[in-house]
Every structure is written in C-alpha cells, then in structure tokens.
T-cell receptor, first 111, second 114 residues
Framework: QQPVQSPQAVILREGEDAVINCSSS?????VHWYRQKHGEAPVFLMI?????EQKGHEKISASFNEKKQQSSLYLTASQLSYSGTYFC????????????FGTGTRLKVLA | DGGITQSPKYLFRKEGQNVTLSCEQN?????MYWYRQDPGQGLRLIYY???????QKGDIAEGYSVSREKKESFPLTVTSAQKNPTAFYLC?????????????FGPGTRLTVL
C-alpha cells in the first residue's frame, strides 16, 4: 500500500540535477512532498492536486500524473542544503481515511 | 507563533514502565497524528484523530494508546506492552483529515528504553 519511491538513495555533486519518483498502486488524488534532515522533523515542500500539475519552489519542482499514479520531484542545480531524506505522502481511503508516506529517498549533496 | 510542540525532546524509560509523550498545537487544526520512525526508515502511522473525542488506529497501534479530550492536545502513551519502543516519535496536525491537507510536524521526541 505504501507508495514506492525511487531511487532509494542518490549522491550528487553540487550543481547536479536529480529526479525522485513516487509511484502508488492506489489512485492518487493529491501528493505532498516533504524533506527531512537527519534528526529533525519532516518539512513540507509542496502539494500537487491536479493531474499533470507542475509546481516549483526555488530550484525544486514537481509533477503529478494521476493516470499513471505517479509523482516526480525535480531538484536542479543542487545545493548542499538539499541533503536529506525526501518523502512523498498521500491520503488513502480504504474503509476509513488515513495518510501514508512513501518509502523515502536519501539524497546527499557533496561539495 | 502558531505551531506544534512536543515534549520532552529526549526521553529515557526503564523497561516495563509506561510513558506519555506530549503533543500540543495552536494552529486550530482538527486532525492530529502520531508517527513512529526507526533509524533509516520511513514514517509509520500509530494513531490519528480527525476530531475531538475520536481517534483511529493506524498501522502499528499495538502497545500504544492516545486520547483527544481537547482540540489542541493529542498525547501518546507508550505502554509496557510495546515490545520495542525505542524510536523517534513525531506528532503532526492538519486542517482536516483530507487527502489534500498538508501535515505539519512537531520537532519530535526521541524515546530510548534502557
């Protein structure tokens, strides 16, 4: 049931780009993206609500394809501060509502 | 300042003891959640509450209990029945329990069983 993220981990040099994918076996109506630094709480990055929607936040953007039940997070010209674990999250209804997070992607940016 | 507070930040417990983790929010959010995170792992839902005096079990509720007597507060009790309680516990809240509502997290409580 948990959305699967890929890759599981990625190492980048400063200035390089990365793509993180989130795939669900269930229908997605919205997707949230969060970043968690080591030992800290997850911090909300952005929400995508409509099929095919793209949003941007500084040099981080995301897309959402309802038909494919997928969302992707794009990090361009990565900075050291982008290091952390990225999670997608979504609400699911199977009897009762609950919110679930993806498997997570660990991203490390090196100088 | 609006936000979510959790206390304490670090908690040590002896085996066999119950312990209660505090979570308070002043965002006027209806929904609140408790998650457990083990090292290098994702977040797993323990309990959630959509409204005062109501709560639902998540994926790993065994050995935990909660109450929601006030909108602002959602304490989590880790009982002695929880076999492996050492973990990072995160509380979150959202405007409502809707798929479109963003969850905002507190700073977390790191529980260690000695």
């Amino acid at each position: 049931q948990q959305p699967v993220q890929s890759p599981q981990a990625v190492i980048l040099r400063e200035g390089e780009d990365a793509v993180i994918n989130c795939s669900s076996s269930k229908a997605l109506y919205s997707v949230h993206w969060y970043r968690q630094k080591h030992g800290e709480a997850p911090v909300f990055l952005m929400i995508l609500l409509k099929g095919g929607e793209q949003k941007g936040h500084e040099k981080i953007s995301a897309s959402f394809n309802e038909k494919k039940q997928q969302s992707s997070l794009y990090l361009t010209a990565s900075q050291l501060s982008y290091s952390g674990t990225y999670f997608c999250g979504t609400g699911v209804t199977s009897g009762t509502y609950k919110y679930i997070f993806g498997t997570g992607t660990r991203l490390k940016v090196l100088a | 300042d609006g936000g979510i507070t959790q206390s304490p930040k670090y908690l040590f417990r002896k085996e066999g003891q119950n312990v209660t983790l505090s979570c308070e929010q002043n965002l006027n959010h209806d929904a609140m959640y408790w998650y457990r995170q083990d090292p290098g792992q994702g977040l797993r839902l323990i309990y959630y509450s959509q409204i005062v005096n109501d709560f639902q079990k998540g994926d790993i509720a065994e050995g935990y209990s909660v109450s929601r007597e006030k909108k602002e507060s959602f304490p989590l009790t880790v009982t002695s029945a929880q076999k492996n309680p050492t973990a990072f516990y995160l509380c979150a809240s959202s405007i409502s329990a809707s798929a479109a509502d963003t969850q905002y997290f507190g700073p977390g409580t790191r529980l260690t069983v000695l």
